[in-house]
């Protein structure tokens, strides 16, 4: 997909980070945010059998919570919607069943993204005993498959500093909320409490939205990688225009 657009990451890491984007329309920002949340495939338990549930929760209950489990995989290549992994937990109480005691039948390629999410805490005597296939799908069609799990973006917002305000004028606080560009620095707001009198005491500034600049701010369940996650997306939405202009054609 030929486009003249400029990715910066203004905070990174593993799980979260805060990208800007220039060179894109508003329409085409949401597409992405879209595409994030909906359209990219994860790993999610979707049939689960119970062999033993002697817990204070129903079967269905269980069910829910082993569903939410994210799950990740290094290869995600290699799956299609008709591919199953089975899992299984076995945990007798006293104690905590956690997702890290769910275990794979393919361990190399598909494993809980975190192993201390809790499911049930079982008392003494109590047990769970349990296996569960795991399915390759969409957050369209059910949000478990949403590797996205807070997806968003602002316009990028340019600070300008007028000149120092009136000797006798009362200063008020100034709340702004993203990331602001000054002098070509990029600053998160956070960094001074999303108040710009914090950053400009004494000053008077002006607040302007960069056009076609956005910060996006992209959190997953740790199924992927930020940079997995975004280019996936990308790679989705290539594919569906693909497919719409070969439509037209016919």
Not at 5 to 20: G, P, S, T
Not at 25 to 50: C, E, H, K, S, Y
Not at 91 to 108: F, H, K, M, R
Not at 162 to 182: A, K, M, S
Request: aromatic share 6%; glycine share 8%; charged share 30%.
């Amino acid at each position: 997909m030929a486009a003249d657009y400029d990715v910066e990451f203004v905070e990174r890491a593993d799980r979260e980070a805060r990208i800007l984007v220039r060179g894109i329309t508003p329409a085409f920002a949401n597409g992405i945010r879209r595409a994030m949340i909906a359209d990219v495939p994860t790993l999610a338990i979707d049939t689960v059998r119970f062999i033993e549930n002697s817990s204070v929760m129903f079967d269905e209950q269980l069910g829910l919570r082993l569903g939410l489990v994210p799950l990740t995989t290094p290869r995600h290549d290699e799956f299609g919607e008709e591919d199953v992994v089975t899992l299984s937990i076995d945990v007798e109480g006293p104690g905590t069943a956690y997702s890290g005691d769910l275990v794979s039948a393919e361990p190399d390629l598909v494993k809980p993204a975190d192993e201390n999410v809790p499911i049930i805490h079982l008392k003494d005597g109590q047990r769970l005993e349990a296996e569960a296939d795991a399915v390759y799908d969409r957050g369209k069609d059910h949000a478990k498959h949403q590797g996205g799990v807070a997806v968003g973006y602002r316009h990028l917002q340019h600070v300008t500093v007028e000149g120092d305000l009136p000797e006798f004028e009362d200063e008020e606080r100034r709340i702004v909320r993203g990331v602001i560009e000054d002098d070509g620095d990029l600053i998160p707001t956070s960094e001074f409490g999303h108040d710009l009198t914090e950053r400009y005491p004494g000053k008077e500034v002006s607040v302007e939205d960069v056009p076609n600049a956005f910060v996006f701010h992209v959190e997953t369940d740790g199924s992927f990688s930020v940079e997995e996650l975004v280019t996936r997306a990308i790679d989705s939405i290539d594919d569906r225009a693909a497919e719409l202009e070969a439509a037209v054609q016919l």
